[in-house]
């Protein structure tokens, strides 16, 4: 499609202003520009540039967009609406907290709601990112050790399944990163464990249900194992839709959590935010967290700690408070749902997960045969050497028939699974549409027997159908010569 500079044709215009009434002023010739390369175009082609530019770009809004570990959810227009409200949107963060209130007892809603999901007795909401909430709750991890004069915990253990924020985050805050094995069923391999936990061991960061979808079962014999040694368990709460409502990162032993609200709690993400990772910690831990956060007095007023009670706290992790919409969001979200919608979510979830996985399992094998949390990892290993048709070719090719792919390569465990696509359906998609995804695969995958030569260079109907990723990443090219 062209630019709208492209457009562009001189003397067309969207309004007509009426000829100058006033005395002109004149400004001085230093201050004027000589030239001011602005397209000129009609109302009508502004509009059809812009709407064809958004129909090039897919999103939940337009189709079924299982990225596995994303949780590419449908999120409801009312909390866009909420987070709109004049009364939100037009606040400044410096506003006296008197003038103020009502967006305080938002925030220590939300807090205190996401403490009783979570299990915790404490929670910052000032991260604006999963990322960011991991690199929090590691400081808070370090700063507990200090404090006890244990400075001897460097290590950081983090299974081969997990996400690639976890350990980038552990080497961010300082930490040195080990890695722990998975066992057959998947798991974590609690024999590596005990040989790799010991008195330099900081924490364990585990996502559970893990990015492979499975619930960790040991999970309270790996809580034993680690605190037994004086570690502490970090959890990677990004997608809590399987287990939201239903079980508590905080029974299960662990001390620090991070949630994404961006993912888990309706805010639309891709493309770079705004997001939100709050971070949540058992008792031992709350002195360290960010500040301020807010706290009410006897007389039911808000406020900000800050100053006396903060000393222990690791300092702000963000400019003011974070980021407000977003919170407004997954209020709106909790609140609309209540407690049983929230489990009610989370058990369509895993339903919507294990229907797909037990409709394609014959002809696309899973990693394992035990039912499914939220998403599931099919392995196109075989198909690949039997076809020439990988992971990356399929997934092209349902962007052909107006699905996003799925998440591709990840987990990669070299030798155990390499060709790895994540499906993440979300309990947001109905039977109709799961059912047309699994027809497409099906489908796929006859085609990868019959015609593999097709695959190979979808998707076909789309305006760029493969660039060269690593050249895209390495030489971008963000200046249009026109
Ligand atoms: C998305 C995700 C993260 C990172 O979240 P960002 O907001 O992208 O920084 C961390 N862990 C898991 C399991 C995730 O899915």
């Given amino acids: 499609m062209k630019l709208i500079f492209e457009r562009s044709r001189s003397g067309l215009r969207c309004a007509t202003i009426r000829p100058l009434e006033a005395p002109v002023f004149t400004l001085e010739q230093k201050y004027l520009r000589s030239e001011l390369a602005l397209p000129e175009v009609a109302e009508v082609d502004l509009v059809r540039h812009y709407t064809e530019l958004s129909h090039n770009a897919f999103g939940v809004d337009s189709g079924f967009y299982p990225l596995g570990s994303c949780t590419m959810k449908y999120n409801p227009k009312l909390n866009e609406e909420v987070a709109a409200f004049d009364g939100f949107t037009h606040t400044h963060p410096l506003q006296e907290k008197e003038t103020v209130q009502g967006n305080l007892h938002l925030m220590n809603d939300l807090a205190s709601s996401l403490m009783e999901l ?7 909401l000032q ?7 991991e690199f929090t709750g590691l400081l808070l991890i370090a700063a507990y050790h200090e404090s006890r004069r244990d400075s001897k915990r460097t290590k950081i253990l983090v299974p081969d399944t997990a996400h690639g924020t976890n350990p980038a985050s552990a080497a961010m805050a300082g930490f040195e990163v080990v890695n722990i094995k998975s066992n057959e069923e998947k798991g974590v391999d609690l024999d590596d464990l005990r040989s790799k936990v010991g008195k330099d061991t900081a924490a364990l960061m585990l996502t559970n249900p893990s990015t492979l979808g499975l619930f960790e079962k040991n999970i309270e014999e790996i809580s034993k194992i680690v605190h037994d040694a004086g570690g502490l368990l970090y959890y990677d709460g990004a997608n809590l839709n399987a287990i939201m409502g239903i079980v508590r990162p905080g029974d299960m032993g662990f001390d620090v959590v991070h949630l994404n609200l961006h993912k888990t709690f309706s805010t639309p993400h891709g493309g770079g935010g705004p997001g939100s990772g709050p971070v949540g910690c058992k008792a031992p831990l709350v002195k360290f967290l960010p500040f301020p956060s807010v706290v009410v007095d006897k007389k039911g ?6 100053g006396k009670e903060n000393k222990d706290s690791i300092g702000k992790v963000s400019a003011f408070y974070g980021n407000f919409g977003v919170m407004v969001k997954a209020l709106a979200y909790i609140k609309t749902l209540g407690s ?3 489990k009610e979510s989370a058990e369509h979830a895993v339903l919507n997960a294990n229907y797909m996985k037990a409709k394609l399992q014959d002809i696309y094998p899973t990693e394992s045969h035990r039912y499914c949390m939220h998403e599931f990892v099919i392995d196109l290993q075989k198909l690949k050497s039997e076809t020439g048709v990988s992971a990356k070719d399929v997934a092209k090719a349902m962007i052909d028939r107006g699905m996003h792919p799925p998440t591709m390569y990840f987990p990669h465990i070299p030798g155990v ?3 790895a696509l994540m499906i993440e359906p979300t309990e947001t998609e109905n039977k109709e ?3 047309k995804a699994i027809e497409v695969l099906r489908e796929l995958y006859e085609t990868a027997h019959t015609d593999p030569k097709y695959l190979l260079d979808t998707p076909h109907n789309t305006p760029i159908g493969r ?3 690593v050249a895209a ?3 971008p090219i963000v200046k249009y010569d026109l």
Avoid: K, Q, S, V
């Fill in 118 to 124: 979570t299990g915790m007795d404490g929670m910052t």
């Fill in 127 to 133: 991260p604006c990112a999963g990322a960011h909430g």
């Fill in 301 to 306: 007023r808000y406020e900000f700690t800050h």
């Fill in 340 to 342: 049983d919608g929230i």
């Fill in 417 to 419: 699974i390499d060709e």
């Fill in 433 to 435: 549409t799961l059912d």
């Fill in 467 to 469: 660039p060269d990723e």
């Fill in 473 to 475: 990443a390495r030489n």
